[in-house]
């Protein structure tokens, strides 16, 4: 097969718009736990400290997300403003609070606040929060069926 000059065109053309396509994509894909983290906790604003987020939905016919990150221990009240949360006594690690995928390191956990079967899951579900005695290091388990 020949090489002409039109095909090295058409070639270079699609480069140039999949370059961007693709720069865009992992744009959306890094920014999308800061996302799931503000809509599982109804925040209106994720607070600037949360870094090294990590979340996964797994469910295919509820929705259920876990995501873990790591936030300023000054910040962590602000998690808890969306949700009527009750304090729940605590034991065990993070893997234990997760019922999907386990994600990032596993953690003691010294806080834990629930909301159980919130009006706004007619079928039932549960968001829990969990952290470690810092509050450094935090857990959403979010599970509406």
Not at 17 to 46: F, H, K, M
Not at 94 to 123: C, D, Q, R
Request: aromatic content about 10%; glycine content about 6%; some cysteine.
């Amino acid at each position: 097969m020949r090489t002409n000059r039109k095909n090295v065109i058409r070639g270079l053309a699609a480069l140039i718009l999949v370059l961007p396509a693709g720069y865009c994509a992992n744009y959306i894909y890094e920014t999308q736990p800061r996302q799931r983290i503000g809509s599982t906790l109804r925040l209106d604003s994720v607070p600037a400290s949360v870094r090294n987020a990590e979340c996964e939905s797994w469910a295919v016919t509820d929705v259920a997300t876990t995501c873990t990150f790591d936030i300023d221990p000054v910040d962590f009240p602000r998690l808890t403003t969306g949700w009527r949360f009750t304090a729940v006594l605590a034991s065990g690690d993070s893997y234990g609070y997760a019922m999907g995928p386990k994600l990032g390191p596993k953690f003691a956990i010294n806080t834990l606040l629930s909301v159980k079967n919130p009006p706004e899951f007619p079928h039932g579900g549960h968001v829990w929060l969990v952290a470690d005695a810092r509050r450094s290091r935090v857990q959403v388990d979010y599970f509406k069926e």
